[in-house]
């Protein structure tokens, strides 16, 4: 979509406002300054740059996390609107986010509500952002929904650091033993092989196994390398169409160790999001097609788009949800006594907490799992590579002796 940079007249005050906005066409931009009471100055398409820079920071979780958590307190503290983003805007390190929210605090002083705002830059704000403080700006307890929001998103964002932390552990290590195996294929065993060969010598079939593999990797590296791209390149079309998406999302979730991580934290997002969003004021439908974008799995999506068909058509939540399979029997029966007794979004959050400890302990149990498997198998592999480049040199001593 263009970026259009625009020059602007205060109709009231006569203040001079420059700022910039994506939009289809000229005219879109046109029509935004003019429904915001401005008078139009200037108005051109902004030159496409080409940045050449290594790590250039986007809007991270993190920063968003921080960035609300500051915008509630001053809320609460009594300070204006405005003030309280201009002062977000001057402090904050992030510069895509420091440019977002210089580009809010245009469109608020414009006359556009803080929602709508932020709804102009999906990138920063999610939709479950947007619609919890536009709830809030209709409720007249803005200030309240921020912080709600806040702790939503510290908890969120506590989480996925959690399920990360499994998932980068085994794959450094397995890295670090990838790198070590090459090295000793690449290096290593060509000096034992050379010295073999020039004694003639008969080697163990173990021996002839390791040099094999290691002529294999110096004289066909460029094809494993291209192979692993090119599979990779094929997971990551599958993944992009519907149902390669859903197909992996589904094996990621039933997969033995992980899954049950996987499983947990998705049951711990999907209760706490949804929970928020309802005591936040917020519709069940659009509660429930908010959860469902932001769930980040095809699985638990789709089982959460059926359950919101069943509610239009007059179910409960419960019902879809159960014959999803996807979530535990405890979580059902809660959420079907949520419904019942009027307390969902309380049991919602009950349910989100007591899984948060779920995922804690399943993480710990991975890891304490993970970490002797791994030094298992990277001895078992370098020992193996050890040994069979000795047995020559065994059979050599006791041919001497």
Do not use: C
């Amino acid at each position: 979509m263009p970026l259009f940079e625009y020059t602007a007249k205060n109709a009231s005050n006569g203040q001079i406002m420059k700022g910039q906005m994506q939009a289809q066409t000229r005219d879109e931009v046109v029509g935004h300054i003019r429904k915001n009471r401005m008078i139009l100055v200037n108005i051109r398409e902004a030159p496409k740059q080409v940045k050449f820079s290594l790590g250039q920071p986007g809007i991270k979780t993190r920063d968003v996390v921080i960035f609300t958590r500051q915008f509630a307190t001053m809320i609460n503290s009594g300070l204006p609107l405005v003030q309280s983003l201009s002062i977000l805007a001057a402090q904050t390190e992030n510069k895509a986010l420091k440019e977002v929210t210089k580009q809010v605090v245009f469109d608020v002083e414009a006359g556009n509500t803080l929602a709508d705002a932020f709804s102009r830059h999906p990138k920063a704000f999610s939709g479950l952002f947007v619609n919890m403080v536009a709830a809030g700006e209709a409720g007249g307890i803005l200030d309240t929904i921020l912080l709600r929001l806040a702790t939503f998103l510290e908890k969120n964002d506590a989480l996925i650091r959690k399920v990360k932390s499994a998932m980068i552990y085994p794959a450094v290590i397995m890295s670090v033993a990838a790198i070590a195996i090459t090295v000793l294929l690449i290096f290593v065993i060509p000096v034992f092989q050379s010295m073999f060969a020039s004694v003639n010598m008969e080697l163990p079939l173990p021996t002839r196994v390791v040099i094999g593999l290691s002529e294999f990797l110096i004289g066909y590296w460029w094809a494993i390398i291209a192979a692993v791209a090119g599979l990779v390149f094929l997971i990551r079309q599958y993944y992009a169409t519907p149902d390669g998406h859903k197909n992996i999302d589904r094996m990621m979730i039933n997969s033995p160790v992980l899954g049950d991580v996987i499983r947990k934290s998705a049951v711990s997002r999907f209760t706490r999001t949804l929970g928020t969003l309802i005591s936040s004021g917020v519709s069940i439908l659009d509660g429930l097609e908010i959860t469902a974008k932001t769930s980040g799995n095809r699985v638990i999506h789709d089982a959460v788009m059926e359950s919101r068909a069943s509610i239009a058509g007059g179910e409960t939540i419960a019902a879809p949800l159960e014959r999803s399979k996807v979530f535990p029997p405890m979580v059902i029966s809660m959420i079907a006594v949520g419904e019942q007794t009027g307390g969902l979004d309380e049991m919602l959050t009950k349910i989100a907490d007591f899984y948060d400890e779920e995922v804690d302990v399943a993480v710990g149990a991975l890891l304490s799992l993970m970490e002797p498997v791994m030094i298992v198998v990277l001895g078992v592999v370098v020992g193996g590579m050890v040994v069979a480049m000795y047995l020559p040199i065994f059979d050599m001593m006791n041919a001497i002796q």
